[in-house]
């Protein structure tokens, strides 16, 4: 919406990981988890002062050298590995030797790793003895976990068992007791996880840590950090959900006043309902369900049908089957993404079910817009711009699954959906609502402006048109002998066509004239007016005037 539907941040949001760099379903999910991990910890770091000693290009998760840490360090890219989910792994004496290590740059289904619902993870990290005040931070995961160090368990983030179905985007830190660091510095830490269902591959193909997901921190900056990163994930999303909020509510004042314009109600339920979706956006920063999830793409689904409806009312276009039909089933896709992500149907099921009936909707309202503005609506012309940036953004992003779906790695770095705004990172899709928010206010104005206008001019109309209906039909009436003379006029409308005439005439008669002249408003006046000048010019003449 997203001036634009909004197809979410690609079929591998499911997962939270996309060529793009962990893009997920939040925003639609349509935005991205961390959009540059690496890029928002670097400033992240620059803006608190706290960027560590580098790492070297391959660390061995046997051997993690942290006797740098001051403040931050991250735990990447190697770590080892197991699937299962056996108690004693927790352990630091656990002989993991035979554990596979993997890389968070890299998909569990790069090494065949798949259908799996418990998993492991485990670093041997090396301290300077004495070491304090250590906290580990998670951020951008996907699943459930529970974090020990050195065996204890100092955290975890979601339900480990029954329906699995999360993602953590803030980042969450967990204390370690400095006395379960070892004198000699050595801290064993493992992570546990109860694996999502679904993945950006389909059902059985989650992979919980990213690239930049977890990271040794100080007691001191890991508020601070925490702080910066929920502000910039949620800040643009709650900057927007005040910005439609704000605009819904203007539409739907308007309304109230000129209950005839239908598309002021259509457009003050899509930006309500686009408020609503930012709002679960800024929740989901804090707090991640399946249920919270489905909400938001239910905000969608209506979004999308009303800005069909919006469209269509602006356009003065019929409501044709095949229109009403696309209304339907492209809003109904949108609960296509909840249920793949459920590892329900394959990657095949989530680009016919959701992108076809949403990509068809996005040539359809542009090429309707075009038309209309071609034919001289305005409004059109107004909200062309807004609307066709959200349908580029769409299938841009339509693309970039393709290529994560096709696994084309070397395409990943051209696949670009952001872009930097000082230390911020804001997808099309943000820039795009923004902008669509922006041509409704300027389409309500302009609207608004050109009814109270036509309606001023109307109102002068109608007036000049009583003036001279006043002056035309008699207000008193010429004595007759003979005759006692009563009228009551009471046109149906502000002005009426109908008029009468009583004139004198010769030997104490009187001449009386009934009329009805079609037509409403200034042309029947005016035409009133010319018959009873003619009716009356007679008249005098007879009476010798």
């Known amino acids: 919406m997203s001036c634009s539907i909004r197809a979410p941040a690609g079929g591998s949001s499911t997962e939270g990981r996309s060529p793009v760099g962990s893009f997920s379903y939040s925003g639609s999910m349509r935005r991205c988890r961390l959009l540059s991990s690496v890029f928002v910890w670097y400033l992240v770091a620059s803006a608190c002062g706290t960027i560590a000693a580098a790492q070297p ?239 938001m793409w239910a905000t969608l689904c209506v979004e999308n049908f009303v800005l069909i409806e919006f469209v269509r009312l602006v356009l003065h276009l019929p409501r044709v089957r095949w229109l009403l039909a696309l209304e339907i089933i492209s809003s109904i896709a949108f609960f296509t993404p909840p249920i793949y992500s459920l590892g329900i149907g394959s990657p095949y099921f989530y680009i016919l079910g959701f992108y076809l009936p949403v990509l068809i909707v996005k040539i359809v309202l542009p090429v309707l817009l075009v038309r209309g503005w071609i034919r001289g609506n305005q409004d059109a012309g107004v909200l062309l711009p807004a609307i066709l940036l959200g349908s580029v953004a769409d299938y841009w992003r339509f693309v970039c699954d393709l290529v994560y779906f096709a696994h084309i790695t070397p395409l990943y770095r051209f696949l670009i959906f952001s872009l930097p705004l000082g230390s911020y990172q804001v997808d099309f899709y943000r820039l795009g609502d923004f902008i669509f928010y922006t041509a409704v206010l300027l389409f309500l104005v302009l609207r608004t402006v050109g009814i109270a206008r036509a309606r001023a001019s109307v109102a002068a109309e109608l007036e000049a048109a009583r003036t001279v209906q006043q002056v035309l039909i008699p207000e008193k009436f010429p004595t007759i002998p003979g005759f006692m003379i009563q009228s009551a006029y009471k046109p149906a409308g502000q002005v009426g066509g109908d008029f009468f005439q009583i004139l004198p005439i010769a030997d104490d008669g009187a001449l009386v004239i009934v009329g009805d002249v079609s037509g409403k408003g200034m042309p029947a006046a005016m035409t009133v007016s010319l018959l009873v000048g003619t009716v009356r010019t007679p008249g005098r003449n007879r009476n010798g005037a």
Not at 73 to 96: Q, Y
Request: glycine share 10%.
């Open 57 to 295: 290009a391959v660390s061995d998760p046997r051997n993690f050298d942290a006797s740098g840490f001051g403040e931050r360090i991250p735990l990447v890219p190697n770590w080892l590995f197991a699937p299962g989910d056996i108690a004693s792994w927790a352990s630091p004496t656990f002989d993991d030797r035979n554990w596979q290590t993997v890389s968070t740059d890299k998909e569990l289904v790069d090494y065949g790793i798949h259908d799996i619902s418990y998993a492991w993870y485990r670093m041997h990290i090396h301290l300077r003895p004495g070491t304090k005040s250590v906290m580990v931070g998670l951020v951008g995961v996907s699943g459930s976990y529970e974090v020990y160090a050195n065996g204890l368990l100092i955290g975890g983030n979601g339900n480990m068992t029954g329906l699995v179905q999360s993602h953590q985007w803030g980042l969450i830190y967990y204390a370690v007791p400095d006395k379960m660091i070892a004198t000699s510095g050595n801290l064993v830490l493992a992570i546990r996880f109860a694996l999502n269902r679904g993945g950006g591959h389909g059902r059985g193909t989650s992979t919980p840590l990213n690239s930049d997901c977890v990271h040794l921190l100080s007691r001191e900056d890991a508020p601070l950090i925490a702080s910066f990163i929920a502000a910039h994930n949620a800040g643009p999303a709650f900057l927007l959900c005040g910005l439609g909020l704000v605009a819904g509510l203007v539409a739907f004042a308007l309304y109230l006043a000129l209950r005839t314009q239908f598309e002021y109600l259509a457009i003050s339920i899509y930006l309500l309902a686009a408020s609503a979706d930012m709002a679960v956006l800024v929740w989901l920063n804090f707090s991640s369900s399946f249920a919270v999830h489905t909400v």
